[in-house]
């Protein structure tokens, strides 16, 4: 398992390992978020409470599960990267932090829009919604602390610190429905042994969580891609790729010169 | 133990040299307390059901003013490099230092209690509770927030950071401060509620030095 990490920690090989899993991911995501999407707004059955407003169950409950798992990401990468003093770790942490913070702006919207007719409020002080609330804040400071530093290596350090305090959260949000007796619904899919959610309306949900998390896949390999390159431009490799993409680049520009030239 | 010692005594003869910067954050305190019967509404009703809510939540704004102190003339004049290179174990010096930050900003604050329950209507039975949570929660509040201090110390505007980092920390304790106090209110049981926050301050006592060391090696670079 080191043998076979341990060589990611260096940048080129973190690129060419991003430029390898991007299409994947981004096939990935395709597929899984239309058939899910798809088959969860048009095709699974009505709620028989609920009616058809739980639909919206089938963007919120991944983005909520992601969100939360991507912090968890985060923490671990600012672990690694403290452990083992990788650089890659820390540009991959912060590569995922607004990737996360929007997922969590995603489930608090889709939650407040599915709240509405349910409860009749767009919000409430519920104890789940106030610890995601909490979590969203939580990535703004990391991204503000990673902001406000001029040397990028100390600013993933620091940010990592604070990203790992932040971790104690996590717990409180998955266990707030069953510490607080609040206004949310109990959990419906995190129980194995016995989902209480009949399977027609879980295999969409299970799609679209498996499509939400390679979209976030696609999007992390992009973000530390580009990463990679801000932070690591004086280095050759970086120099030889990019003065392979203007070369490129220039190939095509004597025929857009030829035809305005006619 | 002398070496600790020093540093201890150090720490306090500095803070009592600068009595504005320890009057200033209790003032604050003292205000935004008098703003809340102005503005939200004087009777007496209302005041003893938000009084415990607007104490902690002064007591966190208040504490977000005084923290920066803590690390900042240190990082400054350059004794905190002194401290790494003496050899010492940085988190036992950073301990030290929290204990020292926590008895002069926040000792003064307990001791300013009494005035601020009686200025919301506050029972007998809330007020027992509030010091309670206050004794409980206010060196949770040094030592988490020491780690922040410690990340934000060699940034120029490291104010308002501050706050953003930390007030989401600190939401946690809030909740289960002010709820131990409105079952105080209602002449319930709270030990449950205290008992959580004694184990979040013992969380922090045993990984927050660690934290507040690594986090000032950083910002030493």
């Given at each position: 398992m080191w043998k076979w990490l341990?060589?990611?920690?260096?940048t080129e090989r973190a690129y060419q390992l991003c430029l390898t899993l991007q299409p994947w991911f981004w096939v990935g995501a395709l597929t899984c978020l239309s058939i899910g999407t798809v088959w969860g707004l048009a095709f699974a059955p009505q709620d028989y409470q609920q009616g058809d407003s739980f639909r919206i169950i089938y963007i919120h409950v991944p983005s909520a599960i992601l969100s939360m798992g991507t912090y968890v990401a985060m923490a671990i990468a600012a672990l690694v990267g403290m452990v083992w003093q990788w650089r890659t770790a820390y540009m991959s942490m912060i590569a995922m932090a607004p990737i996360g913070a929007v997922m969590t702006f995603i489930a608090l919207f889709t939650g407040a829009a599915w709240g509405k007719p349910m409860w009749g409020a767009w919000w409430v002080w519920d104890a789940r919604l106030t610890s995601e609330l909490i979590l969203l804040f939580l990535y703004m400071g990391v991204i503000a602390l990673y902001g406000a530093f001029e040397d990028k290596q100390q600013a993933g350090k620091a940010a990592g610190v604070m990203a790992l305090v932040g971790v104690v959260n996590i717990p409180i949000i998955h266990y707030s429905v069953e510490w607080w007796n609040t206004l949310h619904q109990g959990a419906t899919i995190s129980k194995f042994d016995n989902p209480s959610i009949a399977p027609e309306m879980l295999w969409p949900l299970l799609i679209n969580l498996l499509g939400f998390a390679f979209f976030i896949g696609a999007v992390t390999t992009v973000r530390l891609r580009n990463e990679i390159v801000l932070r690591e431009l004086h280095r050759p490799w970086v120099q030889a790729l990019a003065a392979e993409k203007v070369s490129k680049q220039a190939s095509s520009v004597p025929n857009a010169n030829l035809k305005e030239g006619n | 133990m002398t070496l600790y010692h020093g540093i201890f005594k150090r720490d306090m003869h500095i803070a009592f040299k600068q009595k504005a910067e320890l009057v200033q954050p209790l003032m604050f305190l003292l205000m935004v307390v008098t703003l809340f019967p102005l503005g939200v509404s004087p009777s007496p009703d209302t005041l003893q059901r938000i009084g415990p809510g607007v104490i902690w939540i002064a007591a966190i704004l208040s504490s977000l003013m005084a923290m920066e102190r803590l690390f900042r003339d240190d990082f400054q004049d350059g004794s905190l490099e002194q401290y790494m290179l003496s050899g010492m174990p940085l988190p036992a010096v950073s301990a030290v230092k929290v204990a020292a930050h926590w008895l002069v900003s926040f000792v003064p604050l307990l001791l300013l209690s009494p005035l601020l329950a009686m200025f919301l209507n506050l029972t007998v039975d809330m007020y027992i509770a509030l010091v309670l949570t206050l004794l409980l929660g206010t060196p949770l509040l040094s030592l988490v927030g020491a780690i922040a201090v410690g990340l934000t110390v060699g940034l120029q505007k490291g104010g308002v950071l501050l706050a953003l980092l930390l007030i989401p920390v600190f939401i946690p304790l809030l909740i289960f401060a002010t709820s131990a106090v409105d079952s105080a209110a209602l002449q319930l049981p709270y030990h449950a509620q205290l008992a959580i926050i004694a184990a979040m301050l013992l969380l922090a006592a045993a990984l927050a030095p660690f934290a507040i060391a690594y986090s000032l090696k950083v910002s030493q670079n």
């Open positions: 341990h060589p990611y920690a260096k | -």
